[in-house]
């Protein structure tokens, strides 16, 4: 389900807010001059070019996603001789690159099963040079969601099932729990990097105020549809979420809608 052609994450990858929220993750990774640099679940790129433009220096930076639809995106959007992308799922990585000196996942973890982000933290850690840093950041974990801001969520929900009852469909409410919503704490996260090994292991959290454009944005992507209405059907789902997202925001006088990003890093 994550990985649907005309449903990728691309359309919200080129928000500002998105850009400013990956300028941060990047500028937490301190590439040195001629490191290598692996941009773990790149998608359609957007993370890899910021990198490319942050550190000229850099040797070389390898971008890896399992998505082919997000990687011609990103070999059509960056196409410079440092970067090069490869085909393949974070949990796998470490047997697809050489030593690095940088590991990024840029929104990643949440496309990860629970039980499998370990294992992924732990080949980011073989992955890396001695010194290496790795660095990742995430919309969905326990606390992106601010107290305040609950009541505009859950009219959001029930104007997205009126919507889909007014045209003879409904939620999808009895399922499993979408892999977005195992959801972990700070301190999960930080755990994750020091069971791996990372010392000097850190997490930060910023809130940024998402526009109704933001979200409408957000209401593209495949991840998002699925865990917000159970549904399969990518094109009814995101109208849903659309329509009833410009309802709650007109209903309760919104302008924008305040949400959490974490962000972890450590040190091999």
């Known amino acids: ?3 649907i ?3 990728e994450f691309d359309e919200m990858s080129r928000r500002g807010l998105y850009g400013e929220v990956t300028q941060r993750l990047v500028d937490i990774c301190q590439a040195a001059p001629g490191s290598v640099v692996v941009d773990v679940g790149c998608g359609s790129g957007l993370a890899t070019r910021l990198l490319l433009e942050r550190f000229a220096h ?3 930076i390898v971008g890896v996603d399992p998505s082919e639809h997000e990687l011609a995106i990103a070999r059509k959007r960056l196409r410079d001789p440092k970067v090069r992308f490869l085909t ?4 796998d990585v470490e047997s697809l690159v050489d030593p690095v000196d940088v590991a990024v996942l840029s929104n990643v973890m949440h496309q990860i099963p629970e ?3 370990g294992s992924v933290v732990n080949g980011c850690y073989r992955m890396l040079k001695p010194g290496g840093r790795c660095a990742l950041n995430t919309l969905f974990y326990e606390g992106a ?3 305040d801001t609950r009541p505009f969520y859950a009219r959001w929900l029930q104007a997205t099932r009126a919507w889909l009852k007014s045209r003879g ?3 999808v409410l ?3 729990k979408p892999v977005a919503m195992e959801t972990l704490t700070p301190q999960q996260h930080e755990e994750l990097f020091e069971r791996a090994g990372f010392s000097a292991v850190k997490s930060e959290e910023e809130t940024y105020a998402w526009t109704l454009e933001d979200w409408d944005a957000l209401c593209g992507y495949s991840v998002f549809i699925e865990g917000a209405t159970g549904l399969t059907d990518m094109a009814l789902g995101s109208e849903a979420l659309k329509a009833a997202l410009r309802t709650t925001f007109q209903e309760l006088g919104l302008t924008e809608v305040p949400r959490s990003w974490l962000f972890v890093s450590g040190v091999k």
């Open 1 to 3: 389900m994550a990985f």
């Open 5 to 7: 052609h005309g449903y």
């Open 58 to 60: 850099v040797g070389s």
């Open 88 to 91: 393949g799922r974070a949990q």
């Open 115 to 117: 039980s499998e982000r």
């Open 145 to 147: 969601v601010l107290p």
């Open 169 to 171: 469909s409904d939620l």
């Open 174 to 176: 009895e399922r499993d």
